[in-house]
């Protein structure tokens, strides 16, 4: 149990942002930089300086790019620190591209110069989207196919945008299975960690990949089973080149109404075809 306000305040924070991301599905996140504040704060542990020891430790090893924002308040705190660091994928401006959305949430503490507001902005960029990555392997020689489907939810987790493996041969004609995952710069020591506690390698391979992506975004339609998520990928002239149900959300659907789960696929099609 949550004794203090913070506490439970950081518990929003915290899934409200898992909450979005997870049903925006974006392709990236971009911030420029983080204004933290100066001065001092009082916590448990005592007077602590502006920036926090611990919102820098978690920016430095996220590579987030800071500035100090020109007022004497914690302006960033560890807990919105973790959030950046976990979601932001690039701190760079905003890519150029078409806003599609625009969303504001504000703070409890009032500013004289400005509005304490969090602005987020979703956007389809011009052009195909190139995003660099670092791609991480593994041979495994000596593991089950279990165990290796459990490593992916563990790389996904902890950061990798996709993971899989697939069957190969090895030295002396030992059947194997080769791991790989893609993974943003900020979550690649996480997900080598995972795999070397998951999996049985004793090392990791790792090197620098791009990909060109389509601009995605989510649209729900109603159907006979609810609401459903469906996932539409555009090209850079706007034509819609896949439009996929969210297949978590089908399955939840025909659970619930005792439906076999492609007739909940195919009512969500035709529902996204209706409305296209």
């Known amino acids: 149990m949550f004794h203090e306000v913070g506490a439970i305040d950081s518990v929003v924070d915290i899934v409200g942002t898992a909450a979005a991301l997870a049903y925006l599905a974006p392709a990236s996140v971009s911030c420029a930089q983080v204004a933290m504040g100066h001065g001092t ?16 430790e978690i920016l430095r090893r996220a590579g987030g790019v800071m500035t100090d924002g020109g ?26 591209g078409a806003a599609l959305a625009v969303g504001w949430g504000a703070g409890d503490m009032d500013l004289r110069d400005r509005p304490n507001v969090v602005r987020v902005t979703v956007v389809a960029p011009r052009g195909h989207a190139a995003d660099e990555l670092w791609r991480v392997e593994a041979n495994l020689d000596d593991q089950s196919p279990e165990i290796a489907a459990h490593a992916i939810d563990h790389a996904l987790a902890a950061g990798a945008v996709d993971a899989w493996f697939a069957p190969i041969t090895m030295k002396k004609g030992r059947p194997a299975l080769a791991f790989a995952a893609l993974v943003p710069a900020a979550a690649r020591a996480a997900v080598v960690a995972a795999l070397l506690r998951e999996t049985s390698t004793i090392g990791v391979r790792f090197d620098r990949v791009e990909r060109t992506v389509l601009a995605r975004a989510t649209v729900v ?9 469906i996932k539409v990928a555009r090209d850079v002239d706007g034509t819609v080149r896949n439009a996929a149900p969210e297949h978590d959300a089908c399955a939840a659907a025909a659970q619930a109404a005792g439906a076999p789960l492609k007739l909940v696929y195919a009512a969500a099609i035709a529902a996204w075809h209706r409305g296209a």
């Open 41 to 56: 704060v009082r916590c448990a542990h005592g007077v602590l300086p502006v920036p926090s020891p611990a919102a820098l």
């Open 71 to 96: 007022v004497a308040r914690e302006l960033t705190t560890p807990t919105g620190a973790a959030i950046l660091a976990h979601a932001v994928t690039a701190w760079t401006p905003a890519p150029t």
């Open 221 to 229: 339609v109603d159907t006979a089973y609810g609401p459903i998520p």
